[in-house]
């Protein structure tokens, strides 16, 4: 059974960067793998994305900012975040698109 550790998240202030960390336990391949966000009194949405062949995609408003990626060695996927914005506050969650797995999520708060 995969478990989903996410950290990195924080305190930053507009503009700054954060690297958020998700390391899959339970499994040696890393498949569809996502990143998704929650802030409060909205709806968990999908933030950016990694495919099993590599290829990515990210919701509109983060393109150019976030980047997704992953090193299979080390059954981790991450996001780069930069340009950090006080909307981009939220729990960012990871979660394994095959197995319908979710991390505990991890804190981001950008203030203005």
């Known amino acids: 059974q995969v478990e989903l550790v996410e950290s990195g998240g924080g305190l930053v202030q507009a503009g700054g960067s954060l690297r958020l960390s998700c390391e899959a336990s339970?499994?040696?391949?890393?498949?569809?793998m996502g990143w998704y966000r929650q802030a409060p009194g909205n709806q968990r949405e999908l933030v950016a994305r990694?495919?099993?062949?590599?290829?990515?995609s990210y919701a509109d408003s983060v393109k150019g900012r976030f980047t997704i990626s992953r090193d299979n060695a080390k059954n981790t996927v991450y996001l780069q975040m930069n340009s950090l914005k006080p909307e981009d506050t939220a729990v960012y969650y990871c979660?394994?698109?095959?197995?319908?797995?979710w991390g505990q999520g991890t804190q981001v708060t950008v203030s203005s």
């Open positions: 990694i495919y099993s062949g590599g290829s990515t």
């Open positions: 339970g499994s040696t391949f890393i498949n569809t």
């Open positions: 979660k394994h698109e095959v197995f319908g797995r």
